[in-house]
Nanobody, 125 residues
Framework: QVQLVESGGGLVQPGGSLRLSCAAS????????IGWFRQAPGKEREGVSF????????YYAKFVGGRFTISRDHTKNTVYLEMNSLKPGDTAVYYC??????????????????WGQGTQVTVSS
């Protein structure tokens, strides 16, 4: 059974950086993408960034504005989200997710069937 475990969240001042990790276990070849979503209190879950497990293509939400970088370590089956120049508006619970859907709308959270437990990111002075 595929499992995802996030880590790396915390409290950081505006302008600071954090690196989130998403460790995947028992991932089969059917799972072709890992993505990061976030959900702030009272808001809908939104896509942040995605990486293809087949060709390493990367995708970012417009609001990222060049501040975040998604990457992966093939040997550790881990995907990272490096977040720089953090703003209070980035405060949210961050989740990683994966899907084995052949035709997948990357940005639609309901199309992902495996989720991690989430990690809190708080940006505040």
């Amino acid at each position: 059974q595929v499992q995802l475990v996030e880590s790396g969240g915390g409290l950081v001042q505006p302008g600071g950086s954090l690196r989130l990790s998403c460790a995947a276990s028992d991932l089969t070849e059917d799972y072709h993408v890992i993505g990061w979503f976030r959900q702030a209190p009272g808001k809908e879950r939104e896509g942040v960034s995605f990486i293809s497990l087949r060709d390493d293509n990367r995708y970012y939400a417009k609001f990222v504005g060049g501040r975040f970088t998604i990457s992966r370590d093939h040997t550790k089956n881990t995907v990272y989200l490096e977040m720089n120049s953090l703003k209070p508006g980035d405060t949210a619970v961050y989740y990683c997710a994966t899907s084995d859907r052949t035709l997948l709308s990357l940005w639609v959270s309901s199309q992902y069937d495996v989720w991690g437990q989430g990690t809190q990111v708080t940006v505040s002075s």
